[in-house]
């Protein structure tokens, strides 16, 4: 195990060490990347300035779902859950609904949010 997955498994909370390694340089993990929320989002429960650890390398929702950074029509940005029961449904604040196949021509897959770090001092 290189020393970069022992820092990211030796703890739950956001690791200073680990986050300078990846800062250091954004395009070496595309697939293990940590980014700052810019703004505050009810439905995924990330607030603005939480880091995130996502994985730009996925385009496409996988397996059960998770939580994704999404682009629908190329014109809005944002968080979604998607989940599987058993067809494909998005979760937004208000409600969850099916993913038609109209709605998932529209939607662009940035990235899948692997975890969210959120400071103790704010």
């Known amino acids: 195990m290189n020393s970069l997955a022992t820092l990211e498994t030796s703890s739950t909370e ?8 990846l800062f250091s340089d ?3 993990d595309r697939s293990n990347a940590v980014v700052v929320a810019q703004h505050h989002d009810l439905t995924a429960g990330i607030e603005a ?3 995130l650890r996502v994985d730009f390398t996925v385009n496409k ?4 779902g998770g939580l994704y950074i999404i682009t629908q029509d190329d014109e809005w940005i ?3 859950f998607f989940q599987r029961m058993p067809n494909l449904h ?7 609904y099916p993913v038609t ?8 897959v940035v990235a899948r949010v692997k975890d969210i770090y959120r400071s103790r001092f704010n």
Do not use: Q
Not at 90 to 96: I, L, P
Not at 101 to 108: D, F, H, Q
């Open 49 to 51: 300035n939480d880091l």
């Open 78 to 80: 944002g968080y979604r």
């Open 26 to 28: 954004p395009m070496r």
């Open 61 to 64: 929702i996988e397996g059960d």
């Open 101 to 108: 196949e109209g709605m998932l021509k529209s939607i662009k």
């Open 14 to 21: 956001f690791n200073l060490h680990l986050g300078a390694n």
């Open 90 to 96: 998005m979760r937004d604040s208000t409600r969850c």
